[in-house]
């Protein structure tokens, strides 16, 4: 048992001796060791950020492919097509919708009383001209569709939330086409479900529509488009 004891504290003592032995002739103790192994080990401040960086970017671009979608702005829906038939062929599922009794209605002293010579002949309630284009304007009750709204209707197109008027209250809108006949014969009066492509803001100005109608993405469909109505 003394002899085993013996041995153990042998151990010890050389044990201690070689640790003083090394922090004599390097300068450092092992603590110091131990620490200077641990900070090169763990990465630094400048590899932490850039793997942050990193994993952000990767995060900007899922959302970017995500915001990327074709169907997500509604003018790249028109790009590569020519009759509003193919419009009326996509999936406008991904849209809030809402089923409307839709009218037709016109300039003139049979929709508004208005004659071609008063000074508000086809000003709309926004203020704008009316328009019969890619996105057209159109009538609502402002309290279910704000001025502004971007609708697509089914066999009519887009049309934008640009007026009012005394009988169109609740899920009613009001079309605008250039002549009677036009209404007649293009539309009448008919339950449609609408899609919701943007809510309006409460107001509509010349500058937004034109800038929609002349997006540069729709112009082949707009030409296509405005040969029946010349």
Known sequence: MKLFIKRICMVLLFSLALITTIEFLTGLQMKSLAMMWTTQSAP???EYRGQSMSAMREIEDEIEEESEEPDTYHGNILRDLHQLEDLDKQDWSKYPSKEVVATGYTAGVESTGKEPDHPSYGITYSGVQVKRDVY????ADTDVFPLGTILFIPGYGYGVVADTGSKIKGNKIDL???TVDDVYN?????TVEVFIVEEGDGKLT???LKSLNEEEAIQVFRQNFLKKYK
């Open 44 to 46: 630094s401040p400048e």
């Open 136 to 139: 057209s304007t159109i009538a």
């Open 176 to 178: 605008y086409y250039q």
């Open 206 to 208: 010349e500058e937004t």
């Open 186 to 190: 293009e539309w009448g009066k008919q």
